[in-house]
């Protein structure tokens, strides 16, 4: 079974402008996170979505966004970027709502790297 | 207010040796419990879920697991250069919080020759 994937792997931008990451999931997998990773503070939450909508959201500002699709690939968008938006942007796939038994174990992809100069 | 937390570390044990991670979490209501390692430069890998009390051991690795003390522990038996890496302590809060993981700041843990 393929695992999670994410593009694009390295991602460089400058600041003001946006960008979109996309991330597909484990097949059979219906939810995706978004985690945002930085050395200074470590693995932070950004949103999960599940069956197309939004379930769970975290402290971040509205610029960062995301959405689903029908077939539970996910995109996060983050607009106006900052320099402070540099980091490692992980998506994690679960089944979650697999039933009794199913302890929503997520399963990482390999990220996208975003420099912001 | 929902946090995880570990002992920063760094720890650095002989091959061969028990190396033993720590994590505390705030919520009594937690119900699932994650070990991730991530090597430098990659991403988190799953090593260990436990979501009752006592032990799991799984190869070289044991996760422990006592909810009234609301601690989970990481133990690695005969620990190899390979195992160098960053551990990662999540928790599964549950409730509304379902789909989300929160995560301790990590353990990296060094295994010299």
């Known amino acids: 079974k393929a695992g999670v994937t994410q593009t694009p792997r390295y991602l460089i931008k400058t600041r003001g402008q946006q960008v979109t990451l996309s991330c597909s999931p484990i097949?059979?997998?219906?939810?995706v996170s978004w985690y945002q990773q930085t050395p200074g503070q470590g693995l932070q939450f950004l949103f999960e979505y599940f069956s197309e909508t939004q379930r769970n959201k975290g402290n971040f500002p509205g610029r960062f966004s995301g959405r689903q699709f029908s077939n539970s690939r996910s995109e996060m968008n983050v607009s106006t970027l900052e320099l402070g938006d540099s980091a490692l942007y992980l998506c994690a796939s679960s089944l979650r709502g697999g039933g009794l038994g199913t302890h929503h174990e997520q399963f990482f992809g390999p990220g996208t790297r975003l420099t912001v100069l | 207010q929902k946090e995880v937390e570990q002992n920063s570390g760094p720890l650095s044990v002989p091959e061969g040796a028990i190396a033993s991670l720590n994590c505390t979490y705030s919520d009594r209501g937690s119900q699932s419990f994650f070990w991730y390692r991530q090597y430098s430069g990659k991403s988190p890998e799953l090593i260990m879920f436990?979501?009752?009390?006592g032990d799991k051991e799984d190869g070289r690795f044991t996760a422990q697991l006592n909810k009234a003390s609301q601690y989970v522990s990481l133990l690695i038996r005969d620990s190899q250069p390979s195992d160098s890496a960053t551990y990662l302590c999540?928790?599964?809060?549950?409730?509304?919080?379902?789909?989300?993981?929160?995560f301790g700041r990590g353990t990296q843990l060094t295994v010299w020759p």
């Open positions: 097949s059979g997998h219906r939810s």
């Open positions: 999540a928790v599964n809060f549950g409730g509304s919080t379902l789909g989300r993981l929160y």
């Open positions: 436990i979501y009752s009390n």
